[in-house]
């Protein structure tokens, strides 16, 4: 059944089809990378030497241990710092009391203590040069209350003293070429390819990850962001048009901070590599359930798919949708489309794949007898 | 997103919902069965005490053989005969040269010779007391040419001198509770339930027995007819009205024999259980992927879709609507339902569910406060 629902998914209507793939064609040519602070800011992020985690049980609980247990398992190769306010050891690592103790410069950091030691962590990462940090810890504003905000705030006044943060409330990067993987991923791909995920929640970040390892989807960047604090959909999206190992860019999106910018990168995005945009929180009782996850407005529907269409993004509807579009994008070669056929072993499979091609507009030219 | 896709799958329209719980509530209050011979027939052919499979090759390649070795396989208790016109042994079983050295009469026979040699086996076994054959060789009305047609109305005829026939050109009947399978169905569960499914599509019958195995929908019959030669929709969802096993009915249509006794006799059943059907052949590229698959008429997509609506029907668009929609109705005990709570361990999850209710015309009330 998953050829037929591949069709299914992948061609939502055929004159989106041809114009993406005229864009898509574009695409290929070229576009050489920007050289500018912010890229090399990211890159450093996504392929650092040296990680430090901020906040390691020692007794092998928590976010923290989980992720460098992880990074272990999916094979990151740089070196690993542990920090843990009561020095100890875990898994033959030695806790560091501070960040401060850490005997060199580190290029990311991986946050993952109470949410009111957080603002501390991050500027001593900064102070040891870190690039970026991802802060894994929620309690911020998605909470609701005056304190998460006030903490969300110092990060983001810390992050514009010059480092960049993902998160706060997030599950942070998976980098297949790096080997840096997201909180519970130590099983994900070290296979590269060419699918980029932006994802404001965590899970759907986890889910795409493990849908595409046994669907076939290779990927090149998966961000989740969480709360966005300071780098979020714009930015990241910013960054991926001009990533030579990002061909296809997929979103998951509960709500934006800056409507217009968004929409004005997204058009210029999309108008170079495919852009699959998942919204959440469309409906009422979604837009409620929007507020307690990450605190962003979910928006109006028909706003949201009018601007979506006219920025020649890719709209789906759930997650196996965003898989098989991601897929089908990054499978098959540039061309425009016209027609499909279909051939299997099954004779009601292609009955199914028949009707299912027609309901999305595909034509199935007749074949000829030879 | 399995939960997500329930919920997407099982409530199609919220009227539909209403009155489906009203008929259903029917349903659970009873209706005996009548004591017919049609239905006694049938009974003995879900339950034979003991089986002939003609045309077993003692190299084992086949469906012959495939057949007995899914049925050990499965566990199925009656006694075997094993029928190869060149004699031998396979598996340990004794291979009879022709039906008539059955040293027994047989309730139920499975017939997997050459499309020509298949009527005189279907009356071998008629004159050894079978109540019905299943007929899993092909090469008959699915062909397009007059011997395979010819071959098709000769099963007809010696039918109609009474042995009931499941096919030609199908996969067979699985049936937990005797053990009971289809040709590639070795491995299915054991363990019955309230779901039946009648298919014109080998493939799919064994898809949903398959998909339902891990799903956790447990059948009580599945019957894959094929060609229809003799039984089919009409006369086995008839039979199912009357199942005290079956509470909830599945069907697979490419094409039906007589459209209005089928319409007439489904908006009977539709009124005592519900009846989940997927039409298979309604786009015109499918309407002739339908002709080279079971022979049969497509429709029109139009008339097919109203006549379904009038019968009370659930029309379901591919095979995982027909699981989820057959699994809500399996599980969720009878009553009308106007809302829904999601509660879930992903944030994004919850959105997503609150959008798919939404989508679909649930209404997800706002919790309040304790």
Known sequence: MHDVIYNNCFFHDQSQIKRRNYVWR????????????????????????????????????????GILLSLLAIGYK???????????????????????????????????????????????????????????????????????????????????????????NCFGIYCPKSGLTLLPGPDLSREEGPVAFLSQSGGMAIDLAHIGKWMGIRFSKVVSFGNGADLRETELLEYLQ???????????IEGVEDGR??????????????????????SVSGHRAVESHTASMGGNRIIWESALRQSNAIQVNDMYDMAHTALGFSLIPPGKYSGVAVTGGGGALGVSSCDLAERFGLILPELEMA
Chains 1, 2 share one sequence.
Not at 39 to 60: M, R, W, Y
Not at 242 to 252: A, F, N, R, S
Not at 263 to 281: C, Q, R, W
């Open 26 to 65: 574009m695409a290929m040519k070229g576009g050489n990378r920007p050289d500018n602070s912010y890229s090399v800011e990211l890159d450093k992020i996504f392929n650092p030497k040296n990680i430090a985690i901020v906040g390691v049980s020692s007794a092998g609980f928590g976010f923290g241990s």
């Open 242 to 252: 001009h990533d030579p190992d990002t061909q296809v860019i997929c979103m998951y």
């Open 78 to 168: 740089g070196k690993i710092y542990a920090v843990n306010k009561n020095g100890g050891e875990f898994f033959g690592f030695k806790l560091y009391k501070s960040v401060q103790d850490i005997p060199s410069e580190i290029d990311f950091a991986i946050i993952s203590v109470p949410a009111e030691l957080v603002p501390a962590s991050l500027e001593a990462c900064r102070l040891k040069g870190a690039a970026g940090a991802e802060i894994l810890s929620a309690g911020f504003r998605e909470t609701g209350t005056a304190e998460g905000a006030k903490l969300e705030q110092e990060i983001k006044d810390i992050s514009r003293k010059g480092i960049r943060v993902i998160g706060p």
């Open 261 to 282: 910018r968004f929409f004005e990168t997204l058009k210029k995005v999309a108008a170079t590599k495919p852009v699959i945009v998942y919204k959440g929180g469309l």
